[in-house]
Structure formats: C-alpha cells, structure tokens
C-alpha cells in the first residue's frame, strides 16, 4: 500500500489505483460512451437527411464534443469522481489531499483525454501511468487529482479512535451542518493517522483543525479538553447522528418533554373513631369538626330517601 502524504506530514489512507484497474474501468467508460454517440449520430443522420453537408459536419462535431468530451466530464462532476467503469471497479478520482473533485478538476481530465485516451487511443495515458509513482496519467498532474481505490479491505481500514467517554453525549446540542466535507475528511485522516506523528506536530495540526471546526459551528472547545480529544467526540457525533438518521430516528438531538406539574401528594385521612372515655375538658375545648355534607337528595323524598309531606294530598 502506497501512502500519502500531505504537505502537513498527514499520512493518508488510500490506495492509488494501479494500471490494469484503471484500464478496465476506462474500458467500460469508452464503450459506453461510444455507445450513446452511435446511437445519437445514428438518430441525428436520420433527422437531418435534408441538411446539407456544412450542417451536418458541425452536428457531428457538436454530438462528439458533447458526448465523448462532455459526458464524461459532467459525469465526474456530478458523481464526485465516480463514472460507471469506476463504480464497476471500485475506484474513484480525488484530489492530491483526498478530497473529492469539483468541475474544474473534471474540466482538465477532460480535456487532456482527448489527446491521450481519444486520439491516442489510451497509450499515452498508459505509458504516463507506467512511468508514475502513483499511477497518474497527465490529465491528472495537470488536474491535481488521483485514482484511489475505494473497497478496501476490513482488516486494512483505519478506524477512528474513540473519544474518551467523559465526552460521549457531551456535542448532541452542536451544530454540524455548516461543516464541509472536506474539513471532515481533514479531521478523520489526522485522528487515524495521529498515532503516526510525532507529538509536536499532532498537537499543532489538532489545535489548527479543532479551530477551523470551531469556526463552522460556532461554538468553541470546552475549556481544558485537548484538542484531538475533542475532534474525536465530535466526529463520534456526527456518526451517531447518520446512524439514528439511516436507521430511522431522529438525526438531532431528543426533543425535550413537555414539562409536568409536579403535585404534592395528599397526605391520608386518619377514619375518626368516636372517643371510649368520657369526655374531659380537654376535649371540650378542641373545636368540634366541621360536619360532612350529605349528597343532594331526589327531589319529594327526605333525608333518609322517605316521602316528603308536603301537605298535598292526590285526587282520589
């Protein structure tokens, strides 16, 4: 495995694709590609038939500009560096620090390939390949990108180191969104490779990413956590927010529960027992209690549910 390293002294994880790869998956791209550009120019002769020569040469010229050239790039743009013939092969085109590419990068692939893949047909691509370190052509040089390999083995993959538990929970209230990738990638290649570095320049590199992470979210380090420390518990964050959002729950913190009125709990009532002694003075003087209400009667019955006599006697 053929490392990376940045002008950081960060090393990173990945595998710089070799020739027969790269080779499969351009073959694929090309046939493809070739593919879609006979059957348009098989359509558009159909279409134009009427046209005269001049008209029909710059069609041609067109279609092939846009499939053969165009394609491609807009395709690289779009998928971050992923064409069909890479996915198939398990590749894909980053920048020199791992990065994923953006449409310029894609601009100059694009535009070297047509004189050393098109015109060529692919052996100045694979001779600067051969002659490479890292297997690049010259679009790449040109471009600053790599081909990487993206299936890695489980066993050969770096993980990222755990924060210290006293930490665990403590970010769930942080915002993450303001965060660009590439400051994420930054932070999870030092914390795989920290233990790589010597402990003067970890300790640099982990303040400088810890303040550009604080400057997107807004909210600084706690006082008196190191900074690697921190990186850690808040990578552990933002993987714990993917995991409940792919699987269903909340990305975000947990809402807070409606608040609920405590009540003091009512203490029983002690039965009254009427009292066995004769009644002393005591007693006498403790106020009486107040009488229990009785309920509400039906109406023409008394208290006891007997008729009322009202004075009113019936017609016989």
Do not use: N
Not at 210 to 216: F, H, K, M, T
């Amino acid at each position: 495995m053929s490392e990376l390293v940045t002008g950081d002294a960060v090393v990173l994880g990945l595998r710089p694709a070799k020739l027969p790869s790269r080779a499969l998956a351009l073959a694929i791209d090309l046939v493809v590609v070739w593919v879609v550009y006979l059957l348009v120019s098989f359509g558009l002769a159909l279409a134009t038939g009427s046209l005269d020569d001049a008209a029909i040469a710059a069609l041609a010229i067109v279609s092939f500009l846009l499939i053969l050239v165009g394609g491609p790039i807009a395709v690289e743009t779009l998928s971050h560096g992923r064409s069909l013939g890479k996915l198939a092969c398990g590749l894909r085109v980053v920048r020199d620090d791992g990065g994923p590419i953006r449409f310029r990068h894609a601009l100059v692939r694009g535009a070297m390939g047509v004189v050393e893949i098109l015109m060529s047909f692919g052996v100045i691509a694979c001779i600067a390949s051969l002659v490479s370190a890292r297997g690049r052509r010259i679009g790449d040089v040109f471009a600053g990108t790599l081909v990487v390999r993206e299936r890695v083995p489980a066993g050969r993959m770096a993980m990222v180191p755990s924060p210290p538990p006293w930490l665990v929970g403590r970010f769930v209230e942080l915002d993450l969104s303001a965060v660009p990738d590439e400051l994420w990638l930054a932070i999870r290649q030092y914390l795989t490779r920290m233990g790589q570095l010597e402990a003067g320049v970890s300790r640099s590199m982990a303040e400088r990413l810890a303040d550009d992470l604080a400057a997107r979210t807004g909210a600084p380090a706690p006082e008196g956590v190191p900074a690697g420390a921190y990186l850690a518990a808040v990578v552990h964050e933002r993987q714990a927010r993917d995991a409940r959002r792919a699987f269903g729950g909340s990305p975000g913190p947990a809402p807070a529960s409606p608040a609920v009125a405590h009540v003091a709990p009512v203490a029983p009532v002690a039965p009254v027992h009427p009292p066995t002694h004769p009644p002393t003075s005591a007693d006498a003087a403790a106020p009486a209690p107040a009488p229990k209400p009785e309920p509400p009667s039906a109406p023409g019955t008394g208290a006891e549910g007997a008729p009322r006599r009202t004075g009113f006697a019936p017609p016989a």
